[in-house]
């Protein structure tokens, strides 16, 4: 990894907004995004295969430093993030923390994947304790475009009023 530049936060050596956090270059204002923070190679390129399928484009953060730049950059549409992603023994996970923060807004045009060890695909108590909008299995990761679909159905359904009062503001 590049070793990180002592600059002020957003701004280059130049003077100007340091870039280098972006996620993507030019995004057409239509087009699904996410991010994917997971450390299994197996399972995160089984998540990036799926979305792909399903029209997104992807981030694949290494660590959450880089995962909190590309937050700051661009808003998801979704973001999958492994409970012990980049966290060591007793740490928080920090991807996590910056989420339930956000500003309600904002946090609500994110859709957020929990992929977990223990707790089971669609536990919503689970999800709702972490701040997430789904829980999803490791075990059932083969069927994550059937699941995101469905959850996200329902989701769309319940906050429909609500995001369309958000565009007309």
């Known amino acids: 990894m590049a070793e990180e530049k002592a600059t002020p936060v957003g701004k280059a050596s130049g003077g100007g907004i340091d870039y280098s956090g972006r996620p993507f270059g030019y995004v057409m204002p239509d087009a699904e995004t996410a991010m994917i923070c997971e450390q299994d190679p197996v399972i995160r390129d089984k998540i990036i295969s799926e979305l792909k399928k399903m029209g997104f484009l992807t981030a694949q953060p290494a660590t959450y430093k880089e995962a909190l730049r590309h937050m700051r950059f661009h808003v998801f549409n979704v973001i999958f993030i492994d ?3 980049d966290t060591g023994v007793w740490e928080a996970n920090n991807v996590l923390r910056y989420l339930e923060n956000l500003n309600m807004a904002i946090r609500r ?5 929990l992929i977990s060890n223990a707790a089971a ?4 108590l689970e999800a709702y304790s972490k701040s997430a909008n789904l829980v999803i299995n490791k075990r059932d990761i083969g069927s994550v475009e059937k699941i995101l ?3 996200m159905a329902e989701h769309d359904d319940f906050y429909r009023v609500f995001k369309e009062l958000i565009r007309k503001s």
């Open 83 to 85: 409970e012990d992603f």
């Open 109 to 113: 045009q994110t859709y957020v994947v």
């Open 121 to 124: 695909t669609m536990d919503h």
């Open 149 to 151: 679909r469905q959850a």
